[in-house]
């Protein structure tokens, strides 16, 4: 038996108008160029350049007699799971902030050249080989990684050059032809491990009694090396303090990524430019937005005109129909991506000025430690967005500021309270634990309980395993491995 009933359901539904600003939003400033570039070209209505005074809203405004207006997107159609949610659209259509029209160079730099493994077969040009060794060298500098590394047993070399490439050999002749490509350029390529790498180009050099303790180190006590057990290395190889120190100099002269070393891969070499710039003028912070950011639109004349047109026309074909209809959502896409990129030039800069008003006594000083505490939550009460629209600012644009280029995000971070009850920064913390490590004795360097120790004496008192993560996240490994001689 059929029945009716009534259901009140309450959802929340993006426009395709609010999915278009919140990309845009979160797009750096050469990825929003190139969203420019690609709008233009796919856009006829829409033109780059001043904006010509025109009565194009009253056209807008109008609804056709005898068409349907344009066709519209219905709600369910829109994969919510590929946007975050956010607040309504801000009511604010003011004129763009402020931006320097006198821009940086647009061009984007390229490193030209040829790859790093055509640079190694090129080498091997000069060296003499027979049909088959130069197969196999050509398979070996093939296996090479971005590293310099060739990470294969000799085993499956030799079954791949058998399945692959229909070679059949054995491996004293994979080994020697192996060991010619290690003699190319740069020095340890196409070693296996980390201890052949640097073996290879300890040899490369002249030999000295430096050299070769440093050669016997890493072939005969390589771990005792890493673990930094100076004490067992100067009584298993019978040396002196003075001895096993200048050999380990001549080790940390050495390349251990010797292909990392080789800039002429065709890669493209990565150029930030910064969305916003922060000087000091008077002792007030300023803040412009880059150039790049607020390009000038219009709708096309051309376009609005053919518009009229129709307008004016007694007749009204079939044809006119179906093209005014196709002016019309032009017309209005070009509308739409000209609002949204207002909206996008304020958004950038309201959230920027209020994280530069927050942080200003950073950025009036550049000292690490005077950075407050700071989440997303904080800037998008001050400017009453949602915090999925601070996120999209701060994950993906960079200012420029009296103390380098920075991304956005490096300026958040969580707070806790010191012996005084006072809420600090985790990156103040951060700071003079990296202080206190660089002041440290390197004979004897400083555990993860002393570093805790020393801290609480300076009013944080935070966990061994607090400081343990602190300093994994800046990088900087535990006390064994910062021990020198």
């Not at 025109?54 to 519209?72: A, I, K, P, V």
């Not at 190694?120 to 027979?130: E, H, R, S």
């Not at 067992?232 to 001549?250: F, G, M, T, V, Y």
């Not at 629209?389 to 500021?401: E, F, G, I, L, W």
Request: proline share 4%.
């Amino acid at each position: 038996m059929l029945k009716q009933h009534l259901q009140f359901k309450l959802s929340q539904k993006l426009s395709p108008q609010q999915i278009q600003l919140m990309k845009l939003i979160q797009l750096p400033t050469q990825a929003f160029e190139q969203r420019l570039k690609q709008e233009l070209e796919e856009n006829p209505a829409l033109e780059n350049g001043k904006e010509e005074p025109d009565n194009l809203s009253d056209e807008f405004g109008e609804t056709y007699e005898g068409e349907s207006d344009n066709e519209t997107i219905a709600a369910e159609d829109i994969n919510i799971d590929d946007y975050l949610s956010d607040d309504e659209i801000p009511d604010y259509r003011t004129q763009a902030n402020n931006y320097s029209s006198d821009d940086d160079e647009k061009s984007v730099p390229y490193a030209a050249g040829t790859s790093f493994n055509q640079y190694l077969l090129n080498q091997l040009n000069t060296v003499y080989l027979n049909d088959k060794e130069w197969s196999i060298a050509e398979f070996l500098v093939g296996s090479v990684d971005e590293s310099g590394y060739i990470r294969r047993p000799i085993t499956d070399i030799m079954d791949d050059l058998a399945f692959t490439q229909n070679i059949y050999t054995d491996e004293t002749t994979i080994e020697k032809v192996l060991n010619t490509v290690q003699d190319l350029d740069p020095p340890g390529v196409g070693a296996r491990s980390l201890e052949e790498c640097l073996t290879i180009q300890l040899k490369r050099k002249e030999t000295t009694p430096s050299i070769a303790l440093a050669i016997s180190i890493l072939k005969k006590s390589f771990e005792q090396f890493t673990k930094k057990h100076y004490q067992k290395l100067i009584q298993k190889h019978d040396i002196s303090e003075n001895e096993l120190k200048e050999a380990i100099a001549e080790i940390e002269k050495l390349n251990p990524k010797p292909g990392g070393a080789y800039s002429g891969n065709n890669r493209i070499v990565e150029h930030v430019v910064p969305d916003f710039s922060i000087k000091i003028v008077d002792g007030e912070l300023e803040l412009t937005l880059n150039g790049r950011n607020a390009p000038e639109l219009h709708v096309s004349r051309e376009y609005s005109n053919m518009l009229k047109g129709y307008k004016e026309s007694k007749e009204k074909s079939k044809s006119q129909k179906d093209t005014v209809l196709f002016i019309k959502q032009k017309l209005d896409a070009a509308k739409w991506f000209i609002d949204a990129i207002r909206q996008r030039q304020q958004t950038l800069y309201i959230t920027m000025n209020a994280i530069m008003q927050y942080q200003k006594e950073y950025f009036l000083s550049g000292d690490e430690r005077n950075l407050r505490p700071m989440i997303l939550k904080d800037i998008a009460d001050e400017i009453d967005m949602d915090v999925s629209t601070v996120s999209r600012v701060a994950n993906s644009k960079y200012v420029d500021t009296p103390y380098g280029t920075k991304l956005i995000k490096e300026y958040f971070s969580e707070s806790m309270k010191n012996e005084q009850g006072e809420d600090v920064s985790t990156k103040e913390i951060k700071k003079i634990l990296e202080t206190v490590i660089g002041e440290e004795k390197k004979k004897k360097p400083l555990t993860d309980d002393k570093l805790a120790t020393i801290l609480k004496e300076k009013g944080y008192p935070i966990a061994r395993r607090t400081v343990a993560k602190y300093r994994e996240q800046l990088g900087i490994p535990v006390a064994r491995l910062r021990k020198q001689i």
